[in-house]
């Protein structure tokens, strides 16, 4: 399993970002992908996900401002984010399969390295 994000940066308030995870290693179209995060200081928490059907979940404090997306035909997985507000700020993990929680384990087996968001004036 490979896992690659790129797209983090540097964004003022109310500004966006689209994080993109190219995958590799794997039947993408049958596996779920999450998007999860970690706040410095703070421990890892799932964002949210899309499965093989492309049913979402998102976490009550990015709905209605993410969007995740995937290109099965790619082997894409997209996070469109709007409204960066500074609580934001974390570094975004790209995750094989299904993720929900907090104070996550970061498994590098079906965890990417990570890109770097920063929201800030």
């Known amino acids: 399993v490979q896992l690659v994000e790129s797209g983090g940066g540097s964004v003022q308030p109310g500004g966006s970002l689209r994080l993109s995870c190219e995958a590799s290693?794997?039947?993408?179209?049958?596996?779920?992908m999450t998007w999860a995060r970690q706040v410095a200081g703070k421990g890892l928490e799932s964002v949210c996900h899309?499965?093989?059907?492309?049913?979402?979940f998102y976490i009550s404090s990015v709905k209605g401002r993410f969007i995740i997306s995937r290109d099965n035909a790619n082997k894409m997985v997209y996070l469109h984010m709007t409204s960066l507000q500074h609580e934001d700020t974390a570094v975004y993990y790209c995750?094989?399969?299904?993720?929900?929680?907090?104070?996550?384990?970061?498994?590098?087996?079906?965890w990417g390295q990570g890109t770097q968001v920063t929201v800030s004036s």
């Open positions: 899309i499965n093989n059907d492309h049913s979402t």
């Open positions: 290693g794997f039947t993408f179209s049958n596996v779920a």
């Open positions: 995750v094989k399969g299904a993720i929900i929680g907090s104070n996550l384990d970061r498994d590098p087996a079906y």
